[in-house]
């Protein structure tokens, strides 16, 4: 489904603005509407933040830009608790932005893109606080392409550990 609307959003509103989509997710912003929170790359090799929203009109599925930021002026992303699973982050510029993502994951997967596309392009010191860098790094062990799997890929990882450490004999 994720790629099909990601064809989508690309065919109909990023490549026309020659604009090459790298991510976006699902926020929570308003009841009734679906939006889409994403990050493209210009021709100019501007990294821009872009919230959609998406709508239908009879069959047709319609996209529109509600806000749009430029990188170079994202100041902070601040995930809120880094110890808890929760999608709700803060984006900071001139002014904060609260958002809810769709799932914790997906809030991962979106600091994981604009981490890496800072440092593909800006290399500015952008503050991202209040997240397991252990997900966010590109070169962390757990570092993937999978994204949303990488969160489930570490909790099998520790619920292995626990198994193995159970099963051991203690010593008397």
Known sequence: MSSLVKEDLEKKLFTPLSQNLYEFIEIEFSVQDRYYLCVSVTKNEEVKIIMVKHYRIGLDEKYEVTKKWSLNDLQMIDGKEADTDNPFFDLHFKKVYSLEAYSCASKYAF??????????????????????FTYINDDSIWSSNNKDCLVLMRICFYAFNLVCLSLCPLPL
């Open 111 to 132: 600091a994981r893109t604009v981490n890496k596309l800072n440092d593909a392009y800006l290399k500015k010191d952008l503050q991202i606080v209040n997240f397991d």
